[in-house]
């Protein structure tokens, strides 16, 4: 072992071995994009382990199981199957292990729930309902977001609840009872022994904060801490990354603040930008050397994320081929775009003999995936859509997964409503409330109103069919004790009735969702013959499960297709060759980032990790016309094409005969006034002189000049639509200031129309255009 490893430290790069070798006391590795930050955190760890540090006094945290299983089998081909024993997971699946042997301290059971997205909705919806709260006003999604924001921020419910700013803020939006959904929210899901995801991290925090010999334990326990992608922690995951490591202060950072882009999921920069302030005695260690891109995507992404004012400084190289130059779409519309795109992909394909997973279609918004599928299919070129409906989402599953839910926790209310008829035995939804409204008023279990319906809600003639359901649960919740996973799993599938369902639909669909529950049940199988897996229960399938990420649902046939995703969606991921497309104002940067500075960051970080995601090729796209909410709309290229590095530029593609309407005839556009194509950007003007005649007449319009828009001011802070007004002066992120002419609040879409100081009148959807309001 001693000679392998020092082989391996022998391929790493002197920056990279520095931070291997460095073990004592608090270290912070900025890695940029492609410079083997996993391998740097694989033999860190195996080094720790070699210099005799137990794998057990070892915490990493990772931000998805399949980077931790990634990390754990590649240590352990450098130290032995020693490497099983260290504490490595995802955040979640490390602090929900702890809750579940110290969960007591909070007056949780070991055997709580987890519940997903869908799971707190449904609670919420609920709650709405009982309060009699308009779900218009309180939108279930905008509740829900509301309260994982706070718990983020480490706020309680009874902190919010007190907080004038808080409710100022909820008085303002029309929403002056979110507060109250929240203490409501928080205590349903204690009495129901469930957490959500927010709540394996506020949770964790209460118990450190609550049961210092709980913090003292664990604070010796881990001896060395190491944390993955630190930029996307949010602030819940650094105090518990903080508070663990201050007895030893052993704790390695890794990240790269240019690749921060979860700010919408509660991350903050400042976690890393700030980091050395915590620790007077950091050493930092720079990754700078990128091993996956050309020279020249190396220097168009450095030229582009050094336009961001927050942020470490640090120069990525390669020592990476020239490369060729990054090529711009511009295609005459969205449908254009997918063929363009489609071509250029057959045209590589053919060139290079390569297969279609060296291809991957990047996006801003999961719906500009239509034009490019229709595009593929046309060329018979096979694709895969990733962020899709994950197979842990679909109904059947979640069916079959409530009634395990429920035999493992009785007080799942969200479970057991899914399950109680399902399927149908004549249970009704009236039934169904009238036995949660009793559970409630009497402070007990639902399940304790399923046992003793009588006592509860009376006779009734469907009393026999609520007792028939609490016999099976106890069935099923004996099999439980005796069997494992998989055998406990195939008789509930069967018992409760679910499997025969799905079996007599002879639809495709019905043997589809069939297939699905036995594709579970193998999932389940291939659990349990696991041979080091210790605990093969249900219960302990679940919270696998549970805690699954979307990174972690890989596509297992490893068919060969085109990757299809949204940026976010490809962090982390790689591509010889990589189309970014939609290159378009409002829609990258998008225009609901555009309030404030910190946004349009945050997006052009955004733009930097899909730049980097490329090896070989990179190629951006946009159009000139898109169809958006029913209406094709002319789109002006991205301000992002304007940061590029010219040097490694090259335009093409370009339709030269006008607009293509909606019968596919080619249309030319009326001419635009000469005064718009003033101050044309040295790129458009680029864009231009390759077009033929008609562009350069202007008659197909540049794009508008750059010269006018608008910086917002320091306290721009979007104001609630419903207090706009005719007449009022506002504020607009882009735009600049204007007074409003004409509001129209009929229907879905809500416009204003906006007349401009600087560029005239324009029509915006309220909907998506933040205004801040400045004069009455």
């Known amino acids: 072992m001693e000679k ?234 650094y105090l518990i990354t903080k508070n663990l490591a201050a007895v030893h202060q052993n704790i390695c950072v890794v990240g790269d603040d240019a690749q921060s882009i979860y700010a919408f999921r509660g991350a903050d920069i400042q976690n890393i930008l700030n980091f050395s302030k915590d620790y007077p005695d950091l050493v930092t260690v720079k990754l700078e050397q990128n091993y996956r891109s050309t020279k020249k995507i190396v220097h168009v992404a450095n030229k582009v994320i050094a336009q961001n004012r927050d942020q470490l400084q640090k120069t990525v190289w390669t020592d990476n081929d020239e490369g060729e130059h990054i090529e711009i779409i511009r295609a005459a519309t969205d449908n254009d775009e997918g063929r363009l795109i489609a071509t250029s992909i057959f045209e590589l394909k053919m060139r290079h003999q390569a297969p279609n997973t060296d291809f991957a279609i990047l996006y801003r918004t999961n719906a500009q995936s239509r034009s490019f599928e229709e595009a593929l299919r046309k060329l018979g070129i096979k694709y895969k859509i990733y962020g899709g409906l994950s197979f842990y989402q679909r109904k059947e599953i979640k069916d079959l997964i409530a009634y395990f839910r429920f035999t493992v926790n009785q007080r799942d209310e969200e479970a057991f409503k899914r399950i109680i008829n399902l399927p149908k035995r004549g249970i009704g939804d009236s039934t169904i409330q009238k036995m949660v409204v009793a559970a409630a008023e009497h402070n007990v279990p639902v399940w304790e109103v399923v046992c003793h319906p009588e006592q509860y809600l009376g006779k009734s003639r469907i009393g026999a069919a609520i007792a028939d359901f609490a016999t099976m649960i106890k069935d099923f919740m004996l099999t439980l004790t005796q069997k494992d996973a998989y055998e406990t799993a195939s008789h509930i599938a069967k018992a409760s009735g679910l499997l025969r369902e799905l079996f007599e639909d002879k639809t495709v669909e019905g043997r589809a969702r069939y297939d699905n529950v036995q594709e579970l049940l193998n999932a389940i199988k291939e659990f349990t013959d696991t041979p080091d897996r210790e605990d093969k229960s249900l219960s302990a399938f679940l919270q696998e499960v549970s805690l699954l990420t979307t990174a972690d649902e890989g596509d297992k046939d490893n068919e060969d297709a085109v990757s299809l995703m949204t940026i976010h969606q490809a962090k982390g991921l790689e591509f010889k060759y990589v189309y970014v497309v939609g290159m378009e104002e409002d829609l990258f940067p998008s225009q609901m980032m555009l309030a404030s500075r910190a946004d349009l960051e945050e997006e052009r970080r955004l733009f930097y990790v899909a730049i980097t995601r490329a090896e070989k090729k990179l190629v951006l796209s946009y159009a000139l016309q898109r169809y958006r909410f029913g209406n094709l709309r002319p789109c002006e290229p991205s301000r992002f094409l304007d940061e590029l590095d010219q040097r490694y530029v090259q335009i093409s593609r370009i339709r030269r005969d006008g607009f293509v309407d909606n019968a596919g005839k080619v249309v030319s556009p009326p001419d635009m006034p000469r005064k718009l194509q003033r101050g044309e950007s040295p790129l458009r003007e680029k864009m231009l002189e390759r077009s033929s005649s008609p562009v350069s007449r202007g008659v197909i319009p540049p794009p508008p000049a750059n010269n006018y828009l608008h910086k917002p001011s320091a306290n721009f802070t979007a104001s609630n639509p419903a207090l706009l007004r005719e007449g009022m002066r506002v504020e607009h992120a882009k735009f600049g200031f204007g007074k409003i002419v004409k509001l129209d609040l009929q229907g879905a879409d809500k416009r204003a129309v906006i007349q401009f100081d600087k560029v005239g009148e324009k029509t915006l959807l309220l909907n998506f255009a933040k205004l801040m309001i400045v004069e009455k």
């Open 4 to 237: 392998r490893f020092t082989d391996y430290l022998a391929s790493l790069n002197e920056p990279q071995r520095n931070a291997v070798l460095h073990t004592e006391g608090p270290l912070m590795i900025i890695a940029g994009a492609g410079s083997g930050k996993t391998r740097v955190l694989t033999y860190r760890i195996a080094w720790l382990m070699q210099q005799g540090v137990e794998p057990f006094n070892i915490l990493a945290l990772t931000f998805t199981n399949k980077a931790a299983r990634e990390m754990r089998h590649r240590i352990e081909q450098v130290v032995g199957h020693d490497a099983r024993n260290l504490w490595m997971g995802t955040f979640h699946s490390v602090f929900a292990k702890i809750l579940r042997i110290e969960g007591h301290r909070l007056g949780y059971t070991s055997d709580f729930t987890i519940y997903d997205t869908d799971d707190s909705k449904s609670l919420i919806k609920t709650i709405l309902n009982e309060m009699g709260l308009d779900d218009k006003v309180y939108k279930v999604s905008a509740v829900m977001s509301r309260i994982s924001a706070a718990k983020n921020r480490l706020i309680s419910w009874n902190e919010y609840i007190r907080n004038p700013i808080f409710l100022a803020e909820d008085t303002e939006a029309a929403k002056p009872k979110l507060g109250e959904v929240y203490k409501q929210y928080v205590q349903r899901c204690f009495k129901a022994n469930a957490m959500d995801f927010d709540d394996l991290l506020f949770n964790t925090n209460v118990l450190f904060r609550d049961c210092l010999d709980v913090l003292h334990k664990y604070q010796h326990k881990f001896r060395y801490v190491l944390v993955d992608e630190f930029q996307d922690t949010n602030f819940a995951q």
